[in-house]
């Protein structure tokens, strides 16, 4: 069963605009979360994280949003840049009780110029 | 460093042969993953390794598959025998613990492989 959810298979967006990917989880241990950014034929790269202990983490064009009590995060890309364009993981772990990541199905941006 | 080093990237095999999937980690890292990719389940994590040692294989889909450690800086996923279903994008990753503070895993680019 999935832990962590990506229910948005694609998403497409005009250059310069926010892009919202988003992530549902179930299981309410989890204490960190991850956003990893896939191109084709590469391996996932980490792309930004945040803990539990806060609602928000922002790296220059990328913000985390965590709201707990919805069991959802979102990642915001703004602006949009057509070298975003790529799949999203989202990732979750229960850092106490082991070292195993959930990664959601990834959602595939596109960025149009 | 070079990163995570995966071989071969594509492999296309026939049903019913064996398949080795090989993997170097980062250097100094002590853990060690392999994930399959799928359209339908994402990234699934099949079994981890700690000091070269395995601590979860329960994602493992059956007995055709099998991982080793021999040393840190070496790892194989084989499948034997091979099934079309097993088609799929596996990946390595690494990662280094410190105690109980948050981690990053670095991945390979991972081995394309397509069973006919």
């Known amino acids: 069963d999935q832990q962590v959810k990506q229910n948005s298979p694609s998403l497409s967006v005009q250059e310069g605009r926010i892009s919202i990917l988003n992530c549902d989880y179930t299981n309410s241990m989890f204490d960190y979360f991850l956003w990893y950014k896939k191109y084709p034929a590469e391996g996932p790269t980490f792309l930004i994280s945040i803990s539990s202990i806060k609602d928000k983490n922002e790296d220059g064009r990328f913000t985390v949003f965590l709201n707990k009590s919805a069991k959802h995060l979102s990642l915001h890309i703004v602006p949009s840049q057509p070298g975003d364009s790529a799949v999203y993981f989202c990732a979750a772990r229960e850092r106490h009780t082991g070292n195993q990541f959930y990664f959601g199905t990834g959602t595939s941006l596109t960025v149009i110029p | 460093d070079a990163g995570v080093i995966q071989s071969p990237r594509h492999e296309v095999t026939e049903m019913g042969q064996e398949v080795t999937l090989r993997c170097k980690p980062i250097?100094?890292?002590?853990?060690l993953f392999w994930y399959r990719q799928t359209m339908m389940r994402g990234l699934e994590l099949l079994i981890y390794f700690n000091n070269n040692v395995p601590i979860d294989d329960s994602g493992m889909p059956e007995d055709r598959f099998s991982a080793k450690m021999p040393n840190a800086s070496f790892s194989t996923l084989k499948i034997q025998p091979s099934e079309p279903r097993d088609s799929a994008v596996y990946f390595c990753?690494?990662?280094?613990?410190?105690?109980?503070?948050?981690?990053?895993?670095?991945f390979g680019p991972g081995t394309r492989l397509t069973v006919l």
């Open positions: 990753a690494s990662s280094y613990r410190q105690g109980f503070s948050a981690d990053t895993q670095y």
């Open positions: 250097s100094g890292h002590d853990y």
